[in-house]
Every structure is written in C-alpha cells, then in structure tokens.
C-alpha cells in the first residue's frame, strides 16, 4: 500500500526556519519517514507509477518540508535509465566546492513549490559534503552536476532558504558566456 507524503507548500513558515540538528542513531520513526520519502522518491521518477500515484517527478526531500526542523535530507538520484542511488545525510554540510558555477538550462523546481518560477539558479559544479548516515557512520560525497545541485537545494532547506531565492531579480537569465548551462 503506497500512501503519499503531505509536502509543505512554500507558504507555510515552517519552510522558512532553521532546522537543528539530529542526534544518532536516529529513531525508528524516523528511519521509517525515510524509507517512506525514498519510495515515493523513486516512484515519482519512474512515469508508470508517477502517474498511477499522481505524483510530481522529484529527487530529493528534506524533513523540514515534511513540518519536522530536523538536518536530514533524502535524495533518489537516477543515475542510468531505471537505476536509482539513494543518499541519506544526516546534519550534512557542505565542506568545499568548486570555483566554477553552473544552473540547470530548464531552471529549477521544488516539491514544495507548486508553481513554475522562472530564472537560472547559480550553483556550484561540484561540492563535497559531509554528513552522518542514519546509523551514526561519517560520511563524504562528492557530487558533480545535477546531483550537486540537488545536495545544494536540499541543504538549502535545512537553512530555510528556496530555491528561488537565490534566482537574481534584476537578471533572472544567464547566457552561456556567463555562465554553463547544463
């Protein structure tokens, strides 16, 4: 039985807060509202069950849309047709980058935006984040592209700040000479 997590939409004032960090290992609720965002993670991205499901293709989640100001963030990356890698960081930071700067060509969306919004989102090409795994063990990734800007976006999260935000009022597009389009 498959029963749909209720996302905050961005007006709620929860989205805007800081969450604060989580003690390991986590509880047992908790690992379940992760296995919970993983499954609906996944399914939003394969289109037969998106569509049974009703739901918006997405990648990542972070507890605070759930209503919980906790530092943990849950990200289904698909990395090749139909094969899926899961990220579970707990209290995550990310602890360098690179120089270079990217956005996504289509601009970004969010599960807790209910709207197009439109303008590229400068992000980092390549981060390297650290972080905990629900069991407490020290972890390091390292992301390039969209699964940078996917890390970045959820982590932004955790510091109450969205993706549009970050979108420059006056000059809402780049052009390929300012900046790489991906």
Known sequence: MFKQLKILDEKNKLLRQTSKDVELPLSKKDKETIA???????????????????????MGLAFPQLGQLKRIIVIVHEYEEGKFKEYVVVNPKIISHSEEIIALETGEGCLSVNRDVEGHVPRFARVT????????????????????FDFQHEIYHLNGILFYDKINKKKPFYSENEISLI
């Open 36 to 58: 919970k965002i993983i499954k609906q993670l996944t399914y939003s991205q394969i289109e037969e069950l998106s569509e049974k499901y009703d739901l918006r293709p997405g």
């Open 129 to 148: 984040i650290s972080g905990y795994d629900p069991d407490g063990n020290k972890l390091n990734i390292r992301a390039r592209e969209e699964l940078s």
